[in-house]
Structure formats: C-alpha cells, structure tokens
C-alpha cells in the first residue's frame, strides 16, 4: 500500500513565527500537490511540484519536491492568523491514481 | 472557482436506506471524482469518471456506485447505508490530465448514517 506521512499531524504556533511541514513516501512520484483546506470547505490547490529539486515560492509559502521525488516539505515564513487551516499534500504516481496524506492541521494564534 | 456544487451540504439518513449525492459542474470538464474525507486517512478516491458512461472503482469502492449520464453531472449511491460510510464526501474535477492531478473540490457534503 503507498502511503504519504504528513508531519507533524497539528501545529499551534504563535503569529510571526515560522513553520515547516512535511510529506514522505517511499513512492516516487510524477508530481505532488499542496492544497489548504478551510472547515466546511473543499481543498483548494496552492500549487504543483514536479521537478525533483524544486523549489516553488507563493508569498510567504515555500515548497521543495525533493531531489527524489519521493519527499516534499512546506516552508511558512512569519505566519499569519489567515494561514491557519489543513494542509493535504497529495502525489500522484500515474494513471488516475493519486494518494493524499492525512494531513497538517496549523494553528496559528493572534 | 471551477463551478461544482455539491447537493445536499448535510444528509442524515438511517441505516439500509440507499443514499444519492450528486455532484454538477458547469465548465463541461472530462474528469471527475468522488472522495470521502475521514480524520487520520485524508481523501481517499471512491470512483472516478472519464467521460459520460465512462467510469471506474478507486481505493475505497465497497458498497458505492456511480453514473454519469451528462457531462456536467456526477452522481454517487449508496445502495444500502452503514455507519462506516459516515463521512465527509468531495466531488473534484481535473481540467487537464496533461498537468497532473491538480485537482479542483466542491465544498462537500457531509454524511451522517445513524
């Protein structure tokens, strides 16, 4: 069975500090996704990595696919209230098939 | 906003009744999918379709079907409902199989079998 492991599972931290999350696999795969979710609402896509080694940056967001493309990890400089949600990592090894993690559940306090 | 909507947003239903949520896209995409979102497992697929008429299983299919009769509609049964489908369910559509599986959700409806 493949699996992504996200860690940590739930992050409560304090308004301005920084945060790194993380998703592993023993799976390689063609691309990786990172979406936030809102309570009540669907997942919503911050962005696709498919290089192994990428480096991709959205405002204070920052995400690596590692150079294996087994691995990837989120960066959060000097988060914000705004940032607080769950965060799904999700790869997808070919065809129809893509595989989510459990996720990331950040907290992040005022 | 990739146009899905989801119906109902909330279901309570005893168990053995069948169950229907449907799922409707205005932008005409290919692709779409049924996940169920639990606590500790994500989202796991439960059906998917490629065109209308074209559909099939994913990772948790038990005890679900699909049809898809329009393009623009998604349709997922339960036939017989147990306490283990309780769950949140996701419709997505995908708009280009050409830049990987990023995925666009609804906004979910959530399932209470009692």
């Known amino acids: 069975t493949q699996l992504l492991e996200q860690s940590p599972q739930f992050l409560s931290i304090q308004e301005g500090e920084n945060l790194t999350v993380y998703c592993n696999s023993s799976?390689?795969?063609?691309?990786l996704q990172w979406y936030r979710q809102e309570p009540g609402e669907g997942p919503v896509l911050l962005v696709t990595?498919?290089?192994?080694?990428e480096v991709k940056k959205l405002k204070r967001l920052t995400f690596q696919f590692g150079d294996a493309r087994k691995d990837s990890s989120l960066h959060i400089t000097a988060a914000q209230p705004g940032d607080t949600g769950l965060y799904l990592c999700?790869?997808?090894?070919?065809?129809?098939?893509?595989?989510f993690g459990a996720g990331t559940r950040l907290f992040v306090k005022a | 906003d990739a146009g899905i909507t989801q119906s109902p947003r909330h279901k309570v239903t005893e168990t053995g009744t069948p169950v229907t949520l449907r799922c409707h896209q205005t932008?005409?995409?290919?692709?779409m999918y049924w996940y169920r979102q639990d606590p500790g497992h994500g989202l796991r697929l439960i059906h998917y379709?490629?065109?209308?008429?074209?559909?099939d299983k994913g990772e948790v299919s038990d005890g679900y079907s699909v049809s898809r009769s329009k393009t623009e509609d998604f349709l997922l049964t339960l036939e017989s409902a147990t306490s283990s489908q309780t769950s949140v369910y996701f419709c997505?559509?995908?708009?280009?199989?050409?830049?990987?599986?990023?995925?666009?959700f609804g906004q979910g409806t959530r399932l209470t079998v009692v």
């Open positions: 997505a559509i995908t708009r280009d199989r050409s830049s990987g599986t990023e995925a666009f």
């Open positions: 379709s490629y065109g209308v008429k074209d559909t």
């Open positions: 932008e005409n995409h290919r692709y």
């Open positions: 999700a790869g997808e090894t070919g065809g129809f098939k893509t595989i």
């Open positions: 990595v498919v290089t192994g080694g």
């Open positions: 799976s390689v795969f063609s691309s």
